[in-house]
């Protein structure tokens, strides 16, 4: 048997010149995160990742507007509708009309829906943990360091080019 050089996890060696390799490294991480997390989760109930997130935002404090849950989902507006109309169609969620803004719908967990969230959370945090226990404390810290000084460096770039300039110049 011959040695086999081991496979880069994150498939950087093959990147384009106009490419950041800490983008690259994001995203390709961030899919595979949310790729284990979706695969736990559809095994469990047949959710995707947004009814999940919705699942966690219901069961950390019920009864949440549309917007209140879009906002702890961080996804796409429309995509929140779907997922909420889908949910309440199998019976996960239920809403009613906001007493105190009627164009506002306040969505909760129905017992099915606790019951499904229930099921997929022991695996969820075994993941979690998983995740976390990869890196010490310190580590945690400096990454989480590293990843805000990332995107402040994106987002100053983003500004400047949308101005008509560039920082990097």
């Not at 961080?74 to 019976?91: I, W």
């Not at 945090?125 to 995740?131: R, T, W």
């Given at each position: 048997m011959?040695?086999?050089?081991?496979?880069?996890?994150?498939?950087?060696?093959?990147?384009?010149?106009?490419?950041?390799?800490?983008?690259?490294?994001?995203?390709?991480?961030?899919?595979?995160?949310?790729?284990?997390?979706?695969?736990?989760?559809?095994s469990?109930?047949?959710?995707?990742?947004?009814?999940?997130?919705?699942?966690?935002?219901?069961?950390?404090?019920d009864?949440?507007?549309?917007?209140?849950?879009?906002?702890?989902?961080?996804?796409?507006?429309?995509?929140?509708?779907?997922?909420?109309?889908?949910?309440?169609?199998?019976?996960l969620?239920?809403?009613?009309?906001?007493?105190?803004?009627?164009?506002?719908?306040?969505?909760?967990?129905?017992?099915?829906?606790?019951?499904?969230?229930?099921?997929?959370?022991?695996?969820v945090?075994?993941?979690?943990?998983?995740?976390d226990?990869?890196l010490?404390?310190?580590?945690?810290?400096?990454?989480?360091?590293?990843?805000?000084?990332?995107?402040?460096?994106?987002r100053?770039?983003?500004v400047?080019?949308?101005?008509?300039?560039?920082?990097?110049?």
């Open positions: 011959g040695h086999q050089k081991p496979k880069e996890r994150l498939s950087l060696a093959d990147l384009p010149h106009s490419a950041s390799l800490l983008a690259v490294a994001a995203f390709r991480l961030s899919r595979r995160l949310k790729a284990s997390v979706t695969r736990i989760v559809s469990n109930s047949g959710l995707g990742l947004a009814s999940w997130r919705v699942m966690v935002g219901l069961s950390e404090r009864a949440q507007t549309q917007r209140e849950l879009f906002e702890f989902a961080r996804t796409e507006q429309a995509q929140m509708s779907r997922v909420l109309r889908d949910m309440e169609a199998k019976g969620v239920v809403s009613k009309v906001s007493e105190t803004d009627r164009r506002a719908r306040i969505f909760s967990l129905t017992r099915l829906g606790r019951e499904e969230y229930q099921s997929a959370l022991p695996q945090m075994a993941l979690s943990q998983a995740i226990g990869a010490s404390p310190q580590e945690q810290e400096q990454f989480i360091d590293m990843c805000e000084r990332i995107e402040a460096a994106a100053h770039e983003e400047e080019l949308l101005k008509g300039g560039s920082a990097a110049e």
